[in-house]
């Protein structure tokens, strides 16, 4: 069976933008659909800087659709295996080939916290979903998950910044696309977040 990839892809997005549409709650600050379609975005844009071939990227981009679902049918915690169920849920019946729904699987439980991809394809979504450490947008996303994790977790506000520092130090970028672009910025982020980290301790 010949598979209409493009197709496939165009009906995965209307199913995922549907879903976010219908069941996104007013605390998912962060976790939204906005994010999903950046991570999307930065897939492609990640992608373009390598050889990849259509297969490859219809893993990838799937993922990316799918990879933060899991978010809208329970806590934070394990959501990337909710997401997994989510995507086979709707993609088996339209994609027969076992090989390409276990790597879109694998490129999900490749944005799991410590991130331990193997594949390209996995580097890929890892640096998509993390893309905006190393950008100027990284202060909005931090603030809005912060509140969003208050909001579903009631994580101690105290705390944030020191765990933001050790998470942003820990972290690194996997391709060597998004290490020449981003590296730079996220060491900039990191300087904001021990200045702000400072200001507290003088107050």
Known sequence: MIINLPKVLKD???????LYNKLQSAELLYHNLEHTQKVVMQCNQIS?????DETDGFIITVAAWFHDTG???GVP???EERSVEIMKDYLEKKVEDTKI?????GCIMATKVPHRPTTLAEKIICDADTFNLGTKDFTDTDSRLKKELQLRVNIPP???DSDTLNMLIKHK???SYCRKLLNRGKQENIAIVIE?????LLR
Do not use: C, K, S
């Open 77 to 79: 915690l394990n959501h």
């Open 158 to 160: 105290d705390d944030w």
């Open 101 to 105: 729904i276990d790597a879109i699987a």
């Open 196 to 200: 702000r980290i400072q200001g507290n």
């Open 48 to 52: 373009a800087a390598y050889v990849v």
């Open 71 to 73: 978010h809208l049918f």
């Open 173 to 175: 970028y996997f391709t």
């Open 12 to 18: 995965v997005q209307g199913y995922v933008e549907a």
